[in-house]
């Protein structure tokens, strides 16, 4: 296939609503699904340019109905599909991916998705979103633009150092956030343009949307 730049990544977790699964895909070059995602995508009247997995949740309609996608089957217990799938955008040389549906069902499944990103977040620019949210882990720099008043959250997934905050009723200067602070939980926008920045470590910034325009 011939890399692009954005990707469509849709999982198998909580179902998303299909009008904003046809938002995320109009701007994105290229739908995958990996594994049971393929059922979502199907619900939703969407096409998957590529299905990746062990493909063990796939339904029998979904699979009839995709046939001529490319379907990447790979049988390694040692790592999740999302796992697979992220290494495959890497391997074609992706650098934005948009994942939604890699919430809800199982919360160990919820938590080592997120945890899963760290290993990611420097060579892919990130977003895992839901209804009425997103996230984005940050490792260096990121900026955004949303109404006055959004809430946001920054939750440290490794130790993280000389943190920024800019844009929000409640800011930082270079500030050390340890692994578990709350310190940064339910902050807000105060103008429309709003930014973290950090020189280590990996921060995931919730940003509550409908819709936001990133």
């Not at 074609?92 to 549906?101: D, I, N």
């Not at 919360?107 to 290993?119: E, S, V």
């Not at 109404?147 to 920024?164: A, D, E, H, I, K």
Request: net charge positive; aromatic share 8%.
């Amino acid at each position: 296939m011939k890399a692009s730049r954005h990707a469509l990544l849709i999982g198998n977790g909580e179902s998303i609503p299909p009008r904003l699964l046809h938002d995320y895909a109009k701007q994105a070059d290229v739908l995958i699904a990996a594994d049971g995602g393929a059922n979502q995508a199907l619900n939703a009247g969407l096409q998957p340019d590529v299905i990746i997995g062990d493909l063990d949740s796939v339904s029998d309609q979904a699979r009839k109905k995709f046939a001529s996608a490319q379907w990447l089957g790979i049988d390694n217990p040692n790592n999740t599909d999302l796992q697979k799938a992220l290494d495959y955008l890497l391997q074609y040389g992706f650098k934005k991916c948009t994942l939604v549906g890699f919430n809800g069902g199982r919360m160990d499944f919820t938590l080592g998705n997120m945890l899963a990103l760290c290993r990611y977040v420097k060579k892919l620019d990130l977003c895992l979103a839901g209804a009425g949210w997103e996230i984005y882990p940050v490792c260096k720099s990121k900026s955004w633009v949303a109404p006055r008043g959004t809430r946001v959250s920054f939750l440290p997934l490794t130790p993280c150092y000389q943190v920024t905050l800019a844009g929000l009723k409640y800011t930082l200067q270079r500030t050390y956030l340890p692994l578990g602070t709350t310190q940064t939980l339910s902050n807000q926008t105060s103008r429309k343009h709003f930014s973290v920045s950090l020189t280590k470590g990996v921060l995931l910034a919730y940003i509550e949307t409908n819709q936001t325009k990133i």
